[in-house]
């Protein structure tokens, strides 16, 4: 008979359970590995091993991520990033905690074939799997940016996780562990850095425009010097009956008033000083804008949310548009003198006066020889190292130094370590930031990127207004609005022009929000 005490019965009995349940566990594991590692499938005793063998070091992603960047579609550009961030996050966690924390062998080879094992066995512990938490990953990774290629890439995933243990190196546990922890690593990353889904801009106001079949009244201005032929041949394809004009950019205003004179729709394929231009036409004629991002920022397009030909073409199609607010400046030059004089524009993104002037300049001189991105680059290292002279103008109190002004036409968010984004264009409001003080900008330039939009410190200042003028600009002070260069002096007044402009975007299926 037992001498034990009911408490000793009560402490054991939960032990012996847990004890039971996970025997249990790992006897269903181990007859899983032996039904799928002795288990023939036609043709995988050649595929699989290979497959595993090329997931090695993350190599068969690496290359997969390539193939899918070089498509240059933006979307794909950025599911090619996002699964290769997700890839190096779960290597990092695998190969730091994960293989550390549970020290478990590698299943017996006896019930393996030899053709289908691995020449070189791995010698690391058993759990997790770090080719599924690699695959899953990067497949993850990809299907949060674009489904289409995330629905191209799983099954190779799958595939992968699946050979190790056909191979006989994890058994399911691992593999089904090593994949949990692969698809947290992704949606962490998309903590970090939003998707583009997440950061969609809102489709209001919603506009009246008219809708186009196969493109029929649409007149597209092309600036051929933007490069992208690809996607004046897709437009071409999806809207057969647009007239769609190429010309060099020494022409192009010339060539968007003579298709205004004929448009119902008027569109536009360039970078954002291509699109200032037209859409600059569009209001003088009253059209609604039909936008093809051709650039290499295409800053407008993306926070409308147009990215891509499809988007655009299917928003044309069916008459759907959104208004937008319109950034506008005049600059009085000679105020109260014989020489004064006015002169206005517009712009769709943001006007700076200061170093990021300075910066746009150095670009435009840099990019014809190294290219656009490597000019921008260069430009920002030079322009923050040089000893530049402020910009005078009348925020320049207390005999502090101005080095930026910047106007934004809405306000400018910033998700997670995202860059900054415009939700809505149709706010009202100009977002509007100084940087002063110092005696170089460069610290305090990298401050205020990083601080929120409605900050103030010692060196940097930001503001929501609805209108806003600076007097006392010296002669020759170069502005850039929407990647275009000026020089002004004077007075400077900037508004805005509420929901002036329509522009085509496609709306959500699941309901028109007002």
């Given at each position: 008979?037992?001498?034990?005490?009911?408490?000793?019965?009560?402490?054991?009995?939960?032990?012996?359970?847990?004890?039971?349940?996970?025997?249990?566990?790992?006897?269903?594991?181990?007859?899983?590995?032996?039904?799928?590692?002795?288990?023939?499938?036609?043709?995988?005793?050649?595929?699989?091993?290979?497959?595993?063998?090329?997931?090695?070091?993350?190599?068969?992603?690496?290359?997969?991520?390539?193939?899918?960047?070089?498509?240059?579609?933006?979307?794909?550009?950025?599911?090619?990033?996002?699964?290769?961030?997700?890839?190096?996050?779960?290597?990092?966690?695998?190969?730091?905690?994960?293989?550390?924390?549970?020290?478990?062998?590698?299943?017996?080879?006896?019930?393996?074939?030899?053709?289908?094992?691995?020449?070189?066995?791995?010698?690391?512990?058993?759990?997790?799997?770090?080719?599924s938490a690699s695959a899953a990953?990067?497949?993850?990774?990809?299907?949060?940016?674009?489904?289409?290629?995330?629905?191209?890439?799983?099954?190779?995933?799958?595939?992968?996780?699946?050979?190790?243990?056909?191979?006989?190196?994890?058994?399911?546990?691992?593999?089904?562990?090593?994949?949990?922890?692969?698809?947290?690593?992704?949606?962490?990353?998309?903590?970090?850095v939003p998707t583009r889904d997440?950061?969609?801009?809102?489709?209001?106001?919603?506009?009246?425009?008219?809708?186009?079949?196969?493109?029929?009244?649409?007149?597209?201005?092309?600036?051929?010097?933007?490069?992208?032929?690809?996607?004046?041949?897709?437009?071409?394809?999806?809207?057969?009956?647009?007239?769609?004009?190429?010309?060099?950019?020494?022409?192009?205003?010339?060539?968007?008033?003579?298709?205004?004179?004929?448009?119902?729709?008027?569109?536009?394929?360039?970078?954002?000083?291509?699109?200032?231009?037209?859409?600059?036409?569009?209001?003088?004629?009253?059209?609604?804008?039909?936008?093809?991002?051709?650039?290499?920022?295409?800053?407008?397009?993306?926070?409308?949310?147009?990215?891509?030909?499809?988007?655009?073409?299917?928003?044309?199609?069916?008459?759907?548009?959104?208004?937008?607010?319109?950034?506008?400046?005049?600059?009085?030059?000679?105020?109260?003198?014989?020489?004064?004089?006015?002169?206005?524009?517009?712009?769709?993104?943001?006007?700076?006066?200061?170093?990021?002037?300075?910066?746009?300049?150095?670009?435009?001189?840099?990019?014809?020889?190294?290219?656009?991105?490597?000019?921008?680059?260069?430009?920002?290292?030079?322009?923050?190292?040089?000893?530049?002279?402020?910009?005078?103008?009348?925020?320049?109190?207390?005999?502090?130094?101005?080095?930026?002004?910047?106007?934004?036409?809405?306000?400018?968010?910033?998700?997670?370590?995202?860059?900054?984004?415009?939700?809505?264009?149709?706010?009202?409001?100009?977002?509007?930031?100084?940087?002063?003080?110092?005696?170089?900008?460069?610290?305090?330039?990298?401050?205020?990127?990083?601080?929120?939009?409605?900050?103030?410190?010692?060196?940097?200042?930001?503001?929501?207004?609805?209108?806003?003028?600076?007097?006392?600009?010296?002669?020759?002070?170069?502005?850039?609005?929407?990647?275009?260069?000026?020089?002004?002096?004077?007075?400077?007044?900037?508004?805005?022009?509420?929901?002036?402009?329509?522009?085509?975007?496609?709306?959500?299926?699941?309901?028109?929000?007002?």
């Amino acid at each position: 008979m037992s001498t034990g005490t009911p408490t000793d019965v009560d402490l054991t009995v939960p032990e012996f359970q847990r004890h039971t349940v996970l025997s249990r566990l790992v006897a269903v594991d181990c007859r899983l590995f032996e039904a799928v590692a002795s288990r023939h499938w036609p043709g995988a005793d050649r595929l699989l091993p290979r497959l595993s063998r090329s997931a090695n070091h993350g190599l068969l992603w690496f290359g997969t991520a390539a193939a899918i960047a070089a498509t240059r579609s933006p979307r794909a550009r950025r599911a090619a990033l996002r699964g290769t961030a997700s890839l190096a996050l779960a290597s990092a966690t695998i190969n730091t905690i994960g293989k550390r924390s549970v020290r478990r062998a590698r299943p017996v080879l006896d019930v393996v074939p030899l053709t289908r094992q691995l020449k070189r066995q791995p010698i690391t512990t058993s759990f997790p799997s770090g080719h599924s938490a690699s695959a899953a990953a990067f497949a993850t990774g990809v299907a949060l940016e674009s489904r289409r290629w995330g629905s191209a890439v799983a099954p190779v995933a799958a595939a992968v996780a699946l050979s190790r243990v056909y191979t006989g190196v994890h058994f399911p546990s691992d593999v089904l562990a090593g994949m949990a922890l692969g698809a947290g690593a992704a949606f962490a990353v998309r903590g970090l850095v939003p998707t583009r889904d997440q950061l969609q801009p809102a489709a209001r106001p919603v506009a009246d425009a008219p809708a186009l079949p196969r493109g029929q009244g649409l007149v597209v201005v092309v600036n051929t010097a933007a490069g992208q032929p690809e996607r004046v041949r897709a437009l071409r394809d999806a809207l057969p009956l647009a007239d769609v004009v190429e010309c060099e950019p020494e022409v192009i205003k010339d060539e968007l008033e003579r298709a205004a004179r004929r448009a119902l729709a008027l569109g536009v394929c360039g970078g954002d000083g291509t699109v200032n231009a037209a859409a600059r036409v569009a209001l003088t004629h009253g059209l609604p804008l039909a936008v093809v991002p051709g650039g290499t920022l295409n800053h407008f397009a993306q926070d409308i949310g147009i990215e891509d030909v499809p988007s655009v073409c299917e928003a044309v199609e069916r008459g759907e548009a959104i208004a937008v607010d319109v950034g506008r400046f005049v600059v009085r030059d000679g105020v109260g003198t014989e020489r004064s004089g006015t002169s206005e524009g517009y712009f769709l993104n943001n006007l700076s006066l200061g170093v990021y002037a300075a910066l746009v300049q150095e670009r435009e001189r840099w990019a014809p020889r190294i290219g656009g991105w490597a000019a921008g680059v260069f430009a920002a290292i030079r322009v923050l190292q040089a000893h530049r002279h402020p910009l005078q103008a009348g925020f320049a109190l207390r005999g502090q130094p101005l080095w930026l002004l910047f106007a934004g036409n809405g306000t400018y968010h910033r998700t997670g370590l995202a860059p900054g984004r415009r939700f809505d264009l149709a706010d009202g409001l100009l977002d509007v930031r100084l940087v002063h003080g110092g005696r170089k900008p460069g610290p305090r330039l990298l401050a205020a990127a990083l601080a929120g939009p409605l900050t103030r410190s010692p060196f940097h200042a930001a503001v929501r207004l609805r209108r806003l003028r600076v007097s006392g600009i010296a002669d020759g002070t170069p502005m850039a609005y929407d990647g275009e260069l000026t020089a002004i002096g004077g007075e400077l007044s900037i508004d805005k022009l509420p929901e002036a402009l329509v522009a085509y975007r496609p709306l959500p299926r699941t309901g028109l929000p007002t």
